[in-house]
């Protein structure tokens, strides 16, 4: 039996950055088919509850990079708590953050294993300083982890793709998805990478059962 577990999330999300070694091992472990969803989170977390970042008052801005910084170093993961090229306050492009989601959904639907790209756009802009709304930038992280940099953006506003992100942003809506990252197995959302726990153990339930 092979189970699906969904990960709804952003391509700006530090927590969906720290998710992403601890979330290949449980995948990995479990035998589990990993289904990566980028979604608008703009769009929906305004009608599902989430609040965005750029809009919660300064105590909680700054708790949160406080709550960064703990799970950073706690996990060993470096992060940059400001880091430039994530604008806080203000948007000049509005699809800064969904180029790098299309290009996963890209990678994804070649039937390549997507998770490692993933992590990869995601540590470089949390991590590393580098700018994943460029082009060029997003190239070159894909061929850095073995990827066809050139191919995959060729394919990140093709029509099949950005229909695919439509259509994972609809499904967060149903699905009641207000974060980043949401993982959902078999009908249970789990939000939040300190979550993924449950998940580990909700899969071991699984496979018991199967």
């Keep these: 039996m092979t ?14 950055y ?12 479990h035998h ?23 809009t919660r008052p300064e105590p909680r801005r700054t708790y949160h990079d406080e709550e960064l910084a703990r799970f950073s170093e706690y996990l060993g993961m470096p992060i940059v708590l400001q880091p430039k090229h994530y604008p806080r306050y203000t948007v000049s492009d509005p699809n800064w953050n969904k180029y790098a989601g299309w290009m996963v959904i890209a990678a994804q639907a070649q039937g390549l294993d997507a998770l490692p790209l993933s992590h990869a756009l995601l540590r470089a ?9 460029q082009a060029e ?13 050139k191919a995959l953006h060729a394919l990140e506003q093709a029509p099949q793709t950005l229909a695919q992100y439509q259509a994972f942003s609809e499904e967060a809506v149903k699905k009641g998805v207000f974060g980043a990252p949401t993982f959902v ?17 909700a899969l071991d339930k699984l496979r018991a059962r199967g």
């Design 125 to 133: 802009l949390w991590a590393e300083e580098r700018d994943t709304s």
């Design 3 to 16: 189970i699906q577990l969904d990960c709804f999330y952003s391509l700006s999300s530090p927590w969906a």
């Design 18 to 29: 720290f998710a992403g070694p601890r979330l290949q091992d449980i995948v990995r472990r």
């Design 185 to 201: 197995l078999e009908g249970v959302r789990y939000w939040g990478q300190d979550r993924l726990e449950f998940v580990d153990r």
């Design 32 to 54: 589990a088919k990993l289904v990566l969803k980028p979604y608008d989170f703009q769009a929906v977390v305004v009608q599902t509850g989430g609040v965005p970042i750029r």
């Design 137 to 149: 930038v997003r190239i070159a992280i894909a061929n850095e982890n073995g990827y066809d940099g």
